[in-house]
């Protein structure tokens, strides 16, 4: 099944909706939005330079620092009375950075979600148990309203409190579970130990999982374990949330609604676009956002993209899963995590340095975190009383400013390990 005749457009027709919409938002950017005033005076380029969606090379990228600079709504193009959602993720410096939603922003968003459900075989006689965050991360509450579109019921479990996940997926009758794929394998995990059958205690036909980098052995795991089909979503906040691209029947990779979401991809080291098929970072320009569209955003994340049809019927271009990040980014059970906010939190808090060092590994399926950070010479490490203050300090602000948890290890100066001099930052341990 096919949501809209959008998502099967002959290539000329889609690229002339693309020149249209483009061009829009160069105007609408340039006319209001400081940022991409200067941005593109520096540059010496003015919207009547965009002729076609082929002259998108000519603007300039935009960063996550950039939304950071202009905390909170210096990148709105739309003033406040004209926005009905705000989002946020963690920011390095303590501030987050935020998006906004006008009414037609919101249309979009349940547009290209209610796209997701349907290639996922998802409809009205559904039910739907997502076990997504929700709160000021995008993830729940943009599955959960994609879902209300196509009319299935939805169940907001959110995440956490696995047990009774359990009894409400089984008791419902969820037929569709959306969560973290690393969260599905701990359910299941859960509930062989509580004594569930998973074939016949359960009806679920699909699951949509995202928010984390997933192997392919891991994500048949997911399929094996539960007895069902999967597949894979993607999406960013600084874009629209979940729903930038997602798989069908017919394909591992991963649909890119490019009606609304214009991809690139570019070396990660030098900013020259790659052609089809060759592996780079993806670049992503939003076509139709009102309240803050993002032109040319460098998302981080490694992948290549295929514009062959689909056998599904689809013509959108399909983009691989994520193959790696172009910088140091985490992401830890679907939050993203930058070694440069950990240290801004270590910066505040008294009796420590900054040399520090992450590991990242599983407890069971899921990701855990531990944080190792050197105490000051005047530390003594007996004062047992003090250390384990320190520690919950640090555990306090981390949760309060990143959202995540982390066991926190004191230890004595010099005691990290060093790479040059310098104490090596992370060790990601989960792909052993």
């Known amino acids: 099944m096919i949501w809209s005749k959008d998502e099967t457009l002959p290539r000329l027709e889609l690229e002339k909706l693309q020149t249209q919409r483009l061009k829009e938002t160069v105007a609408r950017v340039y006319g209001v939005v400081p940022f991409y005033q200067q941005k593109f005076k520096e540059i010496g380029i003015v919207p009547e330079d965009i002729k076609s969606i082929k002259d998108i090379s000519k603007l300039p990228f935009t960063k996550k620092q950039d939304l950071r600079d202009n905390y909170p709504f210096g990148m709105f193009a739309v003033k406040q009375d004209a926005v009905v959602r705000i989002h946020s993720s963690s920011g390095t410096t303590g501030k987050p950075t935020v998006v906004g939603y006008t009414k037609s922003d919101m249309d979009v968003w349940n547009e290209v979600m209610a796209r997701v459900f349907t290639m996922s075989g998802v409809n009205s006689e559904d039910t739907v148990h997502n076990a997504y965050g929700y709160g000021l991360f995008t993830g729940g509450l943009g599955v959960h309203n994609g879902a209300e579109t196509v009319g299935a019921t939805v169940v907001p479990s959110s995440g956490g409190f696995t047990s009774r996940q359990l009894l409400l997926m089984k008791d419902f009758s969820s037929t569709v579970l959306t969560s973290t794929p690393s969260f599905a394998l701990h359910m299941a995990e859960t509930a062989l130990n509580e004594g569930y059958d998973l074939k016949k205690d359960f009806k679920l036909k699909c699951g949509i999982f995202g928010a984390e980098p997933t192997s392919t052995g891991l994500k048949e795991e997911v399929a094996r374990v539960w007895g069902i089909d999967y597949y894979e979503i993607y999406g960013l906040s600084e874009i629209i949330g979940p729903g930038v691209s997602n798989s069908c029947c017919e394909s591992r990779d991963l649909h890119i609604f490019e009606d609304h979401f214009y991809p690139e991809i570019v070396d990660p080291k030098t900013g020259e676009v790659l052609p089809y098929g060759q592996k780079g970072e993806l670049v992503i320009t939003s076509l139709t956002k009102q309240a803050l569209p993002i032109i040319r955003y460098r998302t981080g994340d490694i992948t290549s993209l295929d514009q062959t049809p689909c056998k599904c019927g689809r013509t959108h271009v399909r983009m691989k899963s994520v193959m790696g990040r172009a910088d140091d980014m985490l992401i830890v059970n679907g939050v993203n995590v930058f070694p440069s906010q950990v240290e801004h939190v270590l910066s505040n808090i008294d009796e420590i340095t900054l040399n520090y060092q992450i ?71 989960r792909n052993r």
Do not use: C
């Open 359 to 429: 590991i990242a590994d599983k407890k069971g399926y899921l990701d855990s975190l531990e944080i190792m950070v050197e105490v000051t010479e005047e530390m003594p490490m007996d004062s047992i009383g003090a250390l384990e203050k320190i520690q919950k300090d640090i555990q306090s602000e981390l949760l309060n400013n990143l959202y995540i948890n982390a066991k926190i290890k004191l230890v004595e100066p010099r005691s990290i390990e060093r790479s040059m001099g310098k104490a090596v930052r992370v060790i990601d341990r």
